[in-house]
């Protein structure tokens, strides 16, 4: 099985900048969808933003449309998701997951998702 690492989490002010890595190891991740997910405490894991198995499309939450992008380097096998202008209710542990589907188109249903990293927090202050 494919093992997922999350990096670059961390504490930042409100309007800050974050970068996250997934680094995937064990096998190629570059034919399947790739996404981001994220729990805030007391709440259930919520879809933040996802990627086709090519990079060619990608769906965000409207929550963070427009400030966060994910993009993917399949050479790398690594899939990030770029932060800006950080509000205090982004605070949340993110994870990232491999899809299912080979040549899968990007997803929102965490059930399309068999793979999953342990987590990296983000936490954003007033």
């Known amino acids: 099985q494919v093992q997922l690492v999350e990096s670059g989490g961390g504490l930042v002010q409100a309007g800050g900048s974050l970068r996250l890595s997934c680094a995937a190891s064990?096998?190629?991740?570059?034919?399947?969808?790739m996404g981001w997910f994220r729990r805030s405490p007391d709440k259930e894991r919520d879809f933040v933003a996802s990627?086709?198995?090519?990079?060619?499309?990608?769906g965000y939450a409207d929550s963070v449309k427009g400030r966060f992008t994910i993009s993917r380097d399949n050479a790398k096998n690594t899939v990030y998701l770029q932060m800006n202008s950080l509000r205090p209710e982004d605070t949340a542990v993110y994870y990232c997951?491999?899809?299912?589907?080979?040549?899968?188109?990007?997803?929102?249903?965490?059930?399309?998702?068999?793979?999953w990293g342990q987590g990296t927090q983000v936490t954003v202050s007033s």
């Open positions: 997951a491999v899809g299912s589907i080979v040549g899968g188109d990007w997803s929102r249903d965490m059930k399309q998702y068999n793979h």
């Open positions: 064990g096998r190629t991740t570059r034919n399947y969808p």
């Open positions: 990627i086709s198995w090519s990079g060619g499309t990608t």
